[in-house]
């Protein structure tokens, strides 16, 4: 069965530095990986994507995640952090098959704070 | 305009009643979801339909039911509330192989209490 793990709960970083949040995952397949970003009291946002291609894919507000195949991980990373950045990131995991019963398995979330 | 919009945003309602919650999107997706957020933040799926037609049904009590009138809605029924049942419910819906590129697009959740 796919799982994501999210290992750390939570995150500070002083504004300006960079940031990683990191993930793991665990799939039969090719792994379809994302990383959604949640603020108070909204919905989740999707972030970016890795399907195939490049291991390291760009996405918004200035977000990047590298993917690493042999350690089975998806970080999401940023150069400079914001305050504005402070939210609840989740990774999730969508299963490869073409069959249309597809999910996403998200991750417990991990908790950025960035602080000024 | 909101994408995907849910309807209450909060609802407080005691043990042993029956409510619903609507979910409405106006991106002419063809896949809609309800997902779970407990007091932890965990995510869980619940339901998925696809052109009105049930796709993903997971463990879930049979207390709650889905209903998909069209496409551009997915309602949640719930039946006889528990305490355990307090939690965020999230709308999603998705369109085809644009998923894989745009992933899901959420609504801004139903805050469910139960006294």
């Known amino acids: 069965a796919q799982s994501v793990a999210q290992p750390e709960d939570q995150v500070n970083v002083a504004e300006g530095n960079p940031l990683t949040v990191k993930c793991t995952y665990s799939?039969?397949?090719?792994?379809?990986l994302f990383w959604y970003v949640q603020y108070p009291n909204r919905g989740l946002q999707f972030l970016l994507k890795y399907i195939t291609g490049d291991n390291l894919v760009k996405g918004s507000y200035g977000f990047e995640a590298e993917f690493n195949k042999s350690q089975t991980s998806f970080h999401l990373k940023k150069p400079s952090a914001l305050v504005s950045d402070s939210a609840l990131y989740f990774c999730a995991v969508r299963d490869g098959s073409t069959s249309g019963t597809y999910k996403y398995i998200f991750g417990t979330g991990t908790r950025l704070k960035v602080l000024a | 305009d909101t994408a995907v919009s849910q309807t209450p945003k909060y609802l407080v309602t005691q043990m042993g009643n029956d409510k619903s919650i609507k979910c409405e999107q106006n991106l002419g997706h063809d896949t809609m979801y309800w997902y779970k957020q407990d007091s932890k933040k965990f995510l869980k799926i619940m339901f998925s339909?696809?052109?009105?037609?049930?796709?993903i049904n997971e463990t879930v009590p049979n207390r709650f039911s889905p209903k998909s009138p069209d496409k551009a809605h997915l309602n949640l029924h719930i039946n006889s509330l528990e305490l355990g049942d307090s939690a965020v419910y999230f709308c999603?819906?998705?369109?085809?192989?644009?998923?894989?590129?745009?992933?899901?697009?959420f609504g801004s959740g139903t805050r469910l209490t139960v006294v």
């Open positions: 339909y696809n052109n009105k037609e049930l796709i």
């Open positions: 799939v039969s397949g090719n792994p379809y």
């Open positions: 999603a819906s998705s369109h085809g192989w644009t998923e894989l590129k745009y992933g899901y697009t």
